[in-house]
């Protein structure tokens, strides 16, 4: 067995580990659905009828409330990587003939499996809540990429930051800005509808484009520019977080 093939052998157990560990719990897996549509009933059924967006306010939401799943299913993944990093699983792997790189894989495929099975349900209760997207079929094979970048890109940012903290306590609020930052994007509202300063800012982070690509994509209108802008973003923080994740881990472990 080659290196190669060792690493995924070695990444496959690591994410059946990861697999046990959810199933064990699967409150982790409920808090990533549970509050996304309180989030979409909040905003659809009680503040929607304020805003103006030029199109159904639930079609407008959804591709937001998306994307904000991705970041509400990180908070497990953050502690996790950070307890095996300080009760001492990775070192018990040191006299082992295993890839201890096995382990972050293991953790950003996780986080991204569970995180795709959460945005297929909340998909389901946009549907029901009258959701009706226009997109063809290489345009959802395009909206699906898109939220698999994003959510490629925060599961790596989670691990480094996971690696990062001194604790797991700590490691769970590094996770918060992810979570957060999304409010402060076109989620609910478009960009230019927010006051000065706001309004700058909620144009050039990187939620904008992803949510503005995926919401072109799912209505049938996407925009090239900003697919371009949304896939650099997606590229870069991905880089980003492996690399940051690659450094903290070698220096740690």
């Given at each position: 067995?080659?290196?190669?093939?060792?690493?995924?052998?070695?990444?496959?157990t690591?994410?059946r580990?990861?697999?046990?560990?959810?199933?064990?719990?699967?409150?982790?897996?409920?808090?990533?659905?549970?509050?996304p549509?309180?989030?979409m009933?909040l905003?659809?059924?009680?503040?929607?009828?304020?805003?103006?967006?030029?199109?159904?306010?639930v079609?407008?939401?959804?591709?937001?409330?998306?994307?904000?799943?991705?970041?509400?299913?990180?908070?497990?993944?953050?502690?996790?990587?950070?307890?095996?990093?300080?009760?001492?699983?990775?070192?018990r792997?040191?006299?082992?003939?295993?890839?201890?790189?096995?382990?972050?894989?293991?953790?950003?495929?996780?986080?991204?499996?569970?995180?795709?099975?959460?945005?297929?349900?909340?998909?389901?209760?946009?549907?029901?809540?009258?959701?009706?997207?226009?997109?063809?079929?290489?345009?959802?094979?395009?909206?699906?990429?898109i939220?698999?970048?994003?959510?490629?890109?925060?599961?790596?940012?989670t691990?480094?930051?996971?690696l990062?903290?001194?604790?797991?306590?700590s490691?769970?609020?590094?996770?918060?800005?992810?979570?957060?930052?999304p409010?402060?994007?076109?989620?609910?509202v478009?960009?230019?509808?927010?006051?000065?300063?706001?309004?700058?800012?909620?144009?050039?982070?990187?939620?904008?484009?992803?949510?503005?690509?995926?919401?072109?994509?799912l209505?049938?209108?996407?925009?090239?520019?900003?697919?371009i802008?949304?896939?650099?973003w997606?590229a870069?923080?991905?880089?980003?977080?492996?690399?940051?994740?690659?450094?903290?881990?070698?220096k740690?472990?």
């Amino acid at each position: 067995m080659n290196a190669v093939s060792a690493s995924l052998a070695d990444s496959a157990t690591m994410l059946r580990r990861n697999f046990r560990h959810t199933m064990r719990n699967p409150l982790t897996l409920l808090n990533a659905i549970i509050m996304p549509i309180f989030l979409m009933f909040l905003m659809v059924y009680v503040m929607g009828g304020g805003f103006s967006v030029g199109t159904g306010y639930v079609d407008y939401a959804t591709p937001g409330l998306i994307i904000m799943t991705i970041g509400y299913g990180i908070g497990p993944t953050a502690t996790g990587v950070n307890s095996d990093m300080t009760t001492g699983f990775i070192n018990r792997l040191r006299v082992m003939h295993v890839s201890r790189a096995a382990v972050l894989n293991a953790h950003v495929i996780a986080t991204m499996l569970r995180t795709l099975v959460a945005i297929t349900l909340i998909i389901g209760v946009a549907f029901l809540m009258g959701f009706s997207p226009s997109a063809s079929f290489p345009e959802w094979l395009g909206a699906i990429g898109i939220v698999m970048l994003a959510a490629l890109a925060i599961s790596w940012l989670t691990v480094a930051a996971g690696l990062a903290a001194k604790s797991p306590e700590s490691a769970g609020i590094l996770g918060v800005p992810l979570m957060l930052l999304p409010f402060l994007s076109s989620a609910f509202v478009p960009a230019d509808k927010m006051g000065p300063g706001v309004r700058e800012f909620a144009e050039y982070q990187p939620f904008t484009p992803i949510i503005e690509t995926l919401r072109g994509l799912l209505t049938g209108t996407p925009s090239a520019g900003s697919a371009i802008t949304a896939i650099a973003w997606c590229a870069g923080l991905t880089l980003v977080g492996y690399l940051w994740a690659r450094a903290t881990f070698t220096k740690r472990a």
